[in-house]
């Protein structure tokens, strides 16, 4: 059974910071590249960042370009989002995914597996 689960959400100051966690349990971690998504209120939901399992490429959005960094930890089979200068307009769920691919171009795909969500609120 394959599991996926999001944290490290919250509430935080504009300019401050978060980072989320996504663990994944019954895949391996070869099996798929990891994506991150967002629901903003009003919005559709947004691609924002995909990383390949063996970390050779990785996608940002314009909108979070430079202000977000994806990473991951093989050993520990958890995956990052560093949300770094987030701004009212970063407010959302955010989701991990297993991309079944992640393009430099194009960001991650969806996947079969999502976890829960989480909510990020940034306040000003």
């Known amino acids: 059974q394959v599991q996926v689960m999001e944290s490290g959400g919250g509430t935080v100051e504009a300019g401050g910071s978060l980072r989320l966690s996504c663990t994944v349990s019954?895949?391996?971690?070869?099996?798929?590249?990891m994506g991150w998504f967002r629901r903003r209120p009003g919005k559709v939901r947004e691609g924002l960042a995909c990383i390949r399992w063996d970390g050779t490429s990785t996608f940002y959005a314009d909108s979070v370009r430079g202000r977000f960094t994806i990473s991951q930890d093989i050993v520990k089979r958890a995956h990052y989002l560093q949300m770094d200068n987030l701004k009212p307009e970063d407010t959302g769920m955010y989701y991990c995914?297993?991309?079944?691919?992640?393009?430099?171009?194009?960001?991650?795909?969806?996947?079969?597996?999502w976890g829960q969500g989480i909510q990020v609120t940034v306040y000003s």
């Open positions: 995914t297993t991309s079944n691919y992640c393009g430099v171009d194009s960001g991650p795909a969806t996947g079969p597996f």
């Open positions: 019954g895949l391996n971690f070869d099996d798929y590249a």
